[in-house]
């Protein structure tokens, strides 16, 4: 049994968490923390955790609903730590000097330069000596780095959909440093925390753009994608020219990127067949990324870990077009951060996160 | 290994079983059948079902996604019939003369008396000899007759919501004859056939009431629950006088039955400590019947197999209202269909189902 | 053109009325006050108000996007008082003093008992003396007296569904004292103030009742049922008992109110036809309610100042079953607010409100 | 009086247009087609419709709910037809020997090039000499052009938003030929006919591309954004060169385009300001169209028939984004109907079409 914690629980990733775990047979949450409800216990805040019952594989249940949030956490082994920005480095040095191994859901360790962070993040990095040790925890692209790590980043919802899109094109050099990414979120993404944009009567039948000056998940997925092709082969020359534009969408869950980038000639353009065959090489074995022949939905993903990708090209223009869809708050936060734990601790990658999406 | 076929695997049900069993250690899907798309491969019917993967404890996937549709079923252990009324009868006799064990999730096995179903769904019953020894597949009021049946007839979602809401008060005769059951149902509960009421144009920011001249699920309602009044020591005299009355939501699944009657004197009143006592002692070892303590949300079933109940009493008028919710594909249909093969093979009750509900 | 001022103008019946005098020929508004909001411009709070047209018949447009908010009201004719209650009357007071008219959108006239209202609402009534001249603005109900008023209390929108269902069965006889009704609405209801229940993520696939232990409208709608008897000829001896749960439903807009009565024999029960002549004669010259042969659906009115009503038996029981719906904001809040307004000018009581809900 | 027939009024456009109509003070409608209801009342297809009042300006109602539903249209001044392509053409051609003037919904007669339009319907033009006089129906591009007609192509609801988006810069030479658009629209653009994908329970939490092997809306979006750079004196040699993927998301009405451009350097490139100012220079007195300041809501315009623009830059690229969006239903297809219908016969351009959209 490995003991985790979840910092700052009262969030929906910690939600999100909860019920991964609840189905996982080697982690035990044995500590919660949430600064306003310290002193409650984890199913008065959510009441439908009193359903929880023993999956297979159990002996113990992984989750106690009568467990007490606390304002500092127990020693555990591992911690989830769900706080925003800033706090969550300082929880992060604090787990880590006592030996807790920490998977960090927000963004401050997920950029190597400090620099770029303190220009997107607007105020100092409270721990930059980690930023070496960190690794950026896409399991699909530094599956190897994350299973000895100590610390781990736990990527963005939008770059997770992004980089995954991307990553094999210009692995295999196919397309150019132009590219567009048109993303749409579901609302959940925003958090738990009351905001007018995810008040139901704004949010409902409604579409809009935001963060158009610049969304923070921007410079992740410069960074990953500009590795991945260098780790490829085919270095971009100048950098990676990014427009990133996320959407809000009136669904709780999901996350579809639309991705455009002119191909690159090589001897000669590579048509549909050579993409398809690209992209299922490069994520062959994968349990989670499934390339698919037809444009993939959202709902396909539906609470569940799994990551759907369409590479086309509009033979019109001859624009690469890459769908990628998977839920924000599994594969985009909270399962891809069991993934990583399952990872670190040498259990089986899918432990806790072997179902469907539910559809319809 | 226990092997299973799903009949009409084309509907929703069909496609919730495959989300279920997809977790199942013990049941292997090794036939599928669908009139319309006999032929194709499962996977080009359903994408989503490329993401299959191992689940704990299993050593075979439970379902092949290039498993072939084909339009009769091969022999297997057991079956899952998922037609229409009337075609599921036939396809149910015809199962167990070769000796398979059947769950059928239409009405076509729910009523004891052939009258009462020929009167409701206005053709003759193809098999009546069979309802003798149908039994009516609500686990928590017929566990023990479940575990020995061949023939397992799958209650309806309305009913499956309703019957768990008012069995503990008639069983405690704590309640008169007289019941109202206002119940509001998810879209999917119309199945996958299209409508113009399941339009997502007309549906969306829309509700409305709908077989306002009579549901096909009062008489199954009730029929049991004058069973449980009469199992708990209070019949009803001239029986219920009940007014069932369905209502659609724009949301995908979720059941809420919100359920009034006059608390019937008995020595005194019982009062609201009384009413939650004996609705948890009548669910006090059940793992998918939650008797809570606050309102509860369909959402918190969302994709689970449990149900959530909320007994009050209006003081003002001396009424009991009883709210129960629950996600009408899952313990309303497929969810319950997996918890009786669980029963009558003999495995955990919870195999398949042990999962919380997707939140938020 | 009779000046009017719109007190807490950034509330959803603030920007309802809005849209509502946007159309009118003789109302202009002149005066928006809004305290968390004061010195800006009325389309930085709501940027749509750009769109802003000469409607038919005016000459000037009704609403001036460039508008700035106050914290205190311009001296206008007529107010429409948008804040929460208690400060509703106070407000409605000091302007009657300066010779306002009001339409008050609080619950803070509409009870003529000040007890009941203390009981309800919590809180000593701040101008009680001003009770006796308010009147319920439910217009179908109470024409002539507002004609007339300087005071109109706009009913709830609970209210105003569950009102008009039942007041010709009250009225009439037909149905006895044993009242339920199940409320149904839409979450705009709850308001542009942020919380947990409103929030997307939450309300979204969901449904629940709320204000189990006793919602605000109760007294309300009791008040005018007992009252619609009365009026007609059938007083109800010792009250109404009335249950009434609200249900929270995945949509912006809409109510739909289900009310369930027996029928009460005359000289002998009323029949389908008889219950329908009922509610056509009653309703018979309302240019906004509508008695209809098949079940309403809530999208009918969506954005329209519209009501219908579908009255029919459950045979099996022989209680009488009514739904009825509209649009929370609109005839259930500033559409009314605007009849009253209308009735109080003598302007056509349609003026403003003629358009047809948007479907789909 | 100008009488109107309503060809095919079963579908959404045709409800729409009686919605809109509904509050003409010019228009009546004498005369609606639906061959699979031929016989029946429009109220009995559209019970809402037993709502119509008088509006401003009437003497007598626009709409008569008792109004009966022909297979053939009776002779009336002006038609509007919602028929699929090709039988839209034929119908087009009928009523214009018979001196009706029309406005066609369809597909058929946006195109000026015949051989485009065989290659994207994928059927021989039925009436090809009547292209010449057809005029697109963008009213924002052809004004004067419309008012003589008497065949007006109605436009396309990805390609109202788009051309309305782009037109600004192309006219004014600001960007290249290279150009991406990420349109986004709700459900109800795929009209009344059932379909799977837009089944609510498949719809609903879902987003997904479609048409990804190419939209037909694309070549009607290249020749009026090609005429309209070569109006504004910057022609684009070699044409455009388009990307445009539709995406599915889950609400009823509004579709917002997303557009990218590479800035083309004049003398220097432009900023945001330049833009802002080309972009309210060009829409300066258009009652329809607005140029805001901040990202465009698709629920501002809901139910209503106004667009909202915004474009800006993206620095870090030096590419020029803009958001664009209105109703589908509204200034994509049956609002913009009328504003044409209503230059075709003088009367004031927003007659009939003043409301706002309705919100939240």
Known sequence: MVTVSIINVTSYTGLELLRALSQHPQFVVTSVTGRSAAGERIDSIFPQLCATTLAMGQTTPAIDPSLILTEEPAQTDLAFVCLPHAAAAEMAAHLLERGTKVVDLSADFRLHDVATYEQWYKHTHPVPALLESAVYGLCELHRERIRTASLIANPGCHATT???????????????????????????????????????AEANEDTSAYSVSGHRHLPEITQELEEAALAGGHPIEGGLRLTFLPHLLPMTRGILATCYANLQPGQRLPDADNVRNIYKEYYADEPFVHVVDTPPHTKWSYGSNHCFIHPFIDTRTQRLVVLSCLDNLVKGAAGQAVQNANLLYGFSETAGLSSLGVNP
């Not at 196919?174 to 007018?196: C, F």
């Open 162 to 200: 992004s980089i995954l899109a991307l990553a094999p094109a210009l692995a295999a050099g196919i397309i150019g440093p132009d590219v567009i990414i048109d993303s749409k979120t579901g609302i959940s993404g925003a958090g738990r925390s009351l905001t007018l944009s995810s008040h139901y």
